[in-house]
């Protein structure tokens, strides 16, 4: 296979290059090997077992943010953790948490990670840009990739530079999106006969999101199960996050699920565990806060944050507008085709940070 090599960014002076290389033509539940060549020296061989289409499970993780620990004291310790030994802290607790989870399930066939791989966000900072490739690096360096497929959205932690879309290689980038983020585009790919469809949810048009869900249904029809994967949950159980984006994104993304019988929404971002009943929208529209609803998060979210802080009426009333659900199905345990939507938040993975409920 050839790939491609591509100029990322420039820190400090040294230039990051991003290598890429698309493998397809595999056949199922097969063993196959691959080396990577480095410096011009090939590198020890590793296993690659693909599996079965029609009997898989994924793992599905929440927000590893590894350098999110910054600040805590480790037991036995008076010392705060500076920014790269939170990295180095939480990479060793993503490495443990993956290989516990695949040493209990070892039919595990591919990772889901609803965004904030990372903790540091960057931006213009050249400092700051290479303390977030210390956490890429982190991340990435979890034995168990070197034979685990991964599918990972955009976190909030992830959309601010070019390195997201710069350390993974997406199917299917859905590059029409207009108000996309620099980390890059939603995507979708399929997996026996089930669509994952994964948005980047920290782009508050949610008329992209709906061209994407509906380009990604019309292209398989036939998929038994639709599952979307975002970042910003939208009925989670956080104290900081229901309030903020999830107001934004939850009157304008429920009725797009409906529409297009989505089955189940896989989300992160609050990293607090919650699952809800079977959820439909409240069938209402609602057309107010025009002004958010085509922003991107870490723009206009600041100034919305900031109203809701200071202006208990306006918090009032916009909490009022969003308190839209239907409970369509209070069946637990397994479900077979059941009404509406089942939304879950998973917590943090590697332990890095916590919210209060
Ligand atoms: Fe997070």
Known sequence: FKGTCTEGTVINGVQYYSNKVTADGFEPNTTYYYQVKLNGKWQQA?????????????????????????????????????????????????????????????????????????????????????????EYSGYLSATAFRNLPQAVAIGNHDCLTTSYQNHFNVPNPFTAETNSTVAGHGYYYTYGSALFIVINANNYNAADHKALVEKAVKENPNAKWRIVVMHQDIYGSGLDHSDSDGIILRNQLTPIFDANDIDVVLQGHDHTYARTYQLTSDGKQYDDFAEYKVAQHGQDHKVLDNKLKSDSAFKEYYTSQNRCYTIADMKQGTLVNPEGVFYMTSNSATGSKFYNL
């Open 46 to 134: 590793h296993e690659y077992k693909t599996g079965d289409p029609h009997n898989f499970s994924f793992m599905y993780v929440g927000d590893p943010q590894i350098g999110a620990s910054k600040g805590q004291v480790p037991n036995e310790s008076a010392v705060e953790q500076s920014e790269d030994v939170a990295a180095r802290n939480d990479a060793y607790n993503w490495n443990k948490t993956l290989n516990s989870a695949l040493a209990q399930h070892p039919e595990i066939n591919f990772l889901v990670s609803p965004g904030d791989q990372i903790n540091e966000p960057a931006g213009n900072n050249a400092e700051k840009h290479l303390l977030q490739e210390y």
